[in-house]
C-alpha cells in the first residue's frame, strides 16, 4: 500500500493502528537481520498519544544525525554511543506534531563521512538489491530501508556533499535535497554548517514530497534558516513538462562517468523531449575543481564541529583520574571514539585552516565555491532544471571498495559536489537499470525553485516505471 | 610530498587528537595524496573574487540578551557531576 492510500484509510479508521504499528516494528527487524539500515529500532511506540495530523499513523524513519527526543543518537559514531537527546530537532519535533511515527534511527558513514556507509562502528548496510554491493552514503540507512520495506514509510536524511542522492540512486529510491536553509537544522549534529540540509527520501516523487513539504519553512533556532514561507510541494506533482527548458552540463556527461549510465540517462532525456521538454547542452565550467573545493570546506568545518566531543557533558566517557591534565582525557576520549575517517578529516580540517595554510586552502575554496555558484545561477538564467546521473558508478561491491584510497572515494563525489557546494536543490529518481542494479537521475534546480524539480521529476516518473520494480531478494 | 609525519603529528597535537605510529604513517601518506591533487585549486583565477561563506547570502540575526530557563536537562547524558554541575578534568 502506499503512503496517501494509507493515509486516507488511517484517517477513515480502516486500520488499527496498534496491530499495524506491532507488524511495523518486527518487518523492520527481519529487515535489519537482512540488510541492516537501523541503528536502533524504537520500540516503544505508543499510538494513543499521536496527533491526528497530516502523517497520522505514518512510519518515519530518522537519519541518526538528526536528535530525537528520549531515542538514541549517535551521529554514527563510538563517540556518541550512548547519547540520548533530551530535545527534539525541528524536523522531528514538526513530523511528531503531524501525528508522524518516529520508527527508529537510520546507519549513515560516522558523521556523514563518507560515500558507501562503510564508515561505521555499526553494522554496514547492505543494498536490497545485491547484497555484496553498498547502498551509498552517508546516509545508507536511509535508502536502504526505503528500498527494502514493504509497508508505508517515509525518511527523514540529511546530506552535505551528496549523502541524500547517492543513496537513493543506489537502492532506486526518491530523494530529496532542498535548497540550503530552506529547513532548519536545529538539533541536527553538524558536518559542516555551511553545507548541511535536511531532506528526505520515498519510494516515490509524491512521497518525497510530502515529508519535504512538512519539514519546509523557517526556524527562528537556526539562524542560517531562510525567511520563507512553509510550502505544499504536492501541488507541484503536475504532470506536464511541456516548454520546459532543461540545461545538460557537459562536464556531467565526461570522463569517469560509466558509459551505461551515460546512455541510460541520455534515454530519459529524450523521454522529457518527447513529453514536450526542450534540452541544451551547456557548462558549467568549474566543475573539475568542485571536488576539491567541496572536501577542503567540508573538512575544515568538521574539524571545529567534532572539537565540542570531549568526552565531557554527554557521549564517550571515563572516570576522571585525580590530576588527570584536559589535554590528555580530551585526546584520550578523541582516540577512542573516532574511526577512521573522522580522524583523517579532523587533521585535514586543521591543517587547512592553519596559520600559513589558510590562504592557500580554505580562504581559495571558499572563493571557488563563489564561481561555483555563479556557474549554477548562469545556467538558471537559461534552463529551469539542470539534469544528469545522480552517480558516475553502479553500487560497488565492498570488497572493491575496500581497494580505493581515500582520494579516490573523494573523487566519486564529482556529480554529487557542485550542487551541494552552491545549495541548490536536487532530486534524484530511479532513471533506470544496468546491469540489473538501480541508475539514478539527477535534477537540480535554482535556489528555492524545488517545484520545478519536483514537477519534472513527477511527470518523468509517472510516464516511467522504473520506480514500480519489484525487489528480487537476494 | 607536501606534508610529513612530524607535521601531521604537529597538527594532531593541535586538534587534541592522539594518533598511533602506524596512524601517522598511513594518515601522511593518505592525505599528501589528497593535498597533491587538491593543489590544482591553485589554477583557478580567483583574483577579485568575493569568498562565499555560505551557499546563500545570510543576515546576522539578533535576539534579545535576554537569561532564559533551559526546557531540559542538560546534565541527563553524563555520568561526571556533581552538584548540579558538570564534572570535568584539571584545565589548569
Known amino acids: ?93 514538526r513530523v511528531k506534531e503531524e501525528g508522524g511515527v518516529i520508527i527508529g534511527k537510520t546507519t549513515m558513514d560516522e558523521f556523514g563521512h563518507g560515500t558507501f556507509n562503510t564508515n561505521t562502528p555499526f553494522e554496514i548496510p547492505k543494498n536490497p538489491w545485491d547484497t555484496e554491493r553498498s547502498c551509498g552514503g552517508s546516509s545508507g540507512g536511509s535508502g536502504c530501508l526505503t528500498s527494502a520495506c514493504d509497508f508505508p514509510h517515509i525518511a527523514l536524511s540529511e546530506s552535505t556533499g551528496g549523502s541524500i542522492s547517492c543513496p537513493a540512486s543506489f537502492t532506486n529510491t526518491v530523494g530529496i535535497t532542498p535548497t540550503y536553509g530552506g529547513v532548519s537544522r536545529w ?12 531532506g528526505t527520501i520515498g519510494k516515490t516523487v509524491e512521497d518525497a514530497s510530502l515529508l519535504l513539504s512538512i519539514i519546509s519553512g523557517h526556524d527562528k533556532m537556526d539562524s542560517t534558516s531562510l525567511d520563507v514561507k512553509e510550502d505544499d510541494y504536492t501541488k507541484y506533482l503536475v504532470n506536464d513538462v511541456k516548454g520546459m527548458k532543461i540545461g545538460i552540463p557537459k562536464e556531467y556527461f565526461g570522463e569517469g562517468i560509466d558509459e551505461g549510465i551515460k546512455k541510460i540517462i541520455w534515454d530519459n532525456i529524450k523521454t522529457l523531449e518527447n513529453l514536450g521538454a526542450t534540452y541544451e547542452e551547456c557548462s558549467l565550467s568549474h566543475t573539475d575543481v568542485a ?26 566517557e571515563k572516570p576522571i583520574k585525580d590530576g588527570e591534565g584536559f589535554n590528555e582525557y580530551f585526546s584520550k576520549i578523541r582516540k577512542e571514539g573516532f574511526g577512521q ?30 564561481l561555483i555558484i555563479e556557474d549554477f545561477k ?29 582520494l579516490q572515494v573523494y573523487m566519486l563525489d564529482i556529480l554529487t559536489n557542485p550542487p551541494n557546494l552552491a545549495g541548490v536543490p536536487m532530486i534524484s529518481v530511479p532513471g533506470g537499470f544496468s546491469h540489473g542494479l538501480p541508475v539514478g537521475m539527477h535534477i537540480i534546480a535554482d535556489h528555492l525553485q524545488e517545484k520545478k524539480m519536483i514537477q ?18 537476494k | 610530498m607536501i606534508i610529513s609525519e612530524d607535521v601531521i603529528r604537529k597538527v594532531a597535537k593541535i586538534a587534541r587528537l592522539e594518533l598511533k605510529d602506524e596512524e601517522v604513517i598511513e594518515f601522511t601518506k593518505q592525505i599528501d595524496d589528497v593535498l597533491e591533487a587538491f593543489k590544482s585549486l591553485e589554477k583557478v583565477d580567483t583574483k577579485d573574487v568575493k569568498p562565499s ?29 556533581e552538584n548540579n554541575y558538570f564534572k570535568g578534568p584539571r584545565s589548569v
Open chain 2, 53 to 81: 561563506f555560505q551557499p546563500i547570502e545570510i543576515k546576522n540575526v539578533w535576539r534579545e540578551d535576554k537569561v532564559k530557563d533551559y526546557e531540559w536537562d542538560p546534565l541527563s547524558n553524563s555520568d561526571n557531576k
Open chain 1, 187 to 198: 538539533g541536527l549534529i553538524s558536518y559542516a554548517n555551511s553545507l548541511d540540509k535536511i
Open chain 1, 378 to 406: 548562469k545556467a538558471f538564467k537559461k534552463y529551469d532544471v539542470i539534469v544528469s546521473p545522480s552517480m558516475p558508478i553502479l553500487p560497488p561491491k565492498f570488497k572493491e571498495i575496500e581497494k580505493l584510497t581515500p
Open chain 1, 341 to 370: 575517517e573522522a580522524k583523517r578529516r579532523i587533521i585535514m580540517g586543521t591543517y587547512a585552516r592553519m596559520a600559513g595554510y589558510r590562504d592557500q586552502f580554505y580562504l581559495k575554496a571558499m572563493k571557488v565555491r563563489t
Open chain 1, 456 to 473: 519534472v521529476a513527477h511527470t518523468f516518473e509517472q510516464n516511467t516505471d522504473y520506480h514500480k520494480k519489484k525487489l528480487v531478494m
Open chain 1, 1 to 93: 500500500m502506499g503512503v496517501k492510500e494509507y493515509l486516507t484509510q488511517v484517517k477513515e479508521g480502516q486500520i488499527d493502528l496498534e496491530d499495524f504499528v506491532a507488524k511495523t516494528v518486527e518487518k523492520s527487524k527481519k529487515i535489519q537481520e537482512k540488510y541492516s539500515p537501523f541503528i536502533t529500532i524504537n520500540e516503544s511506540i505508543n499510538v494513543k498519544t499521536l496527533k491526528k495530523g497530516k502523517l497520522f499513523g505514518l512510519p518515519i524513519s530518522v537519519k541518526d544525525n538528526i536528535c530525537t527526543k528520549g531515542l538514541k543518537t549517535t551521529a554514527g559514531s563510538k563517540i556518541l554511543h550512548k547519547y540520548v537527546p533530551p530535545f527534539d530537532s525541528f524536523v522531528t519535533r
Open chain 1, 291 to 316: 571536488v576539491q573545493t567541496y572536501y577542503i570546506i567540508a573538512m575544515s568545518e568538521t574539524s571545529t564541529n567534532l572539537a565540542k566531543l570531549c568526552g565531557l557533558r554527554y557521549g564517550l
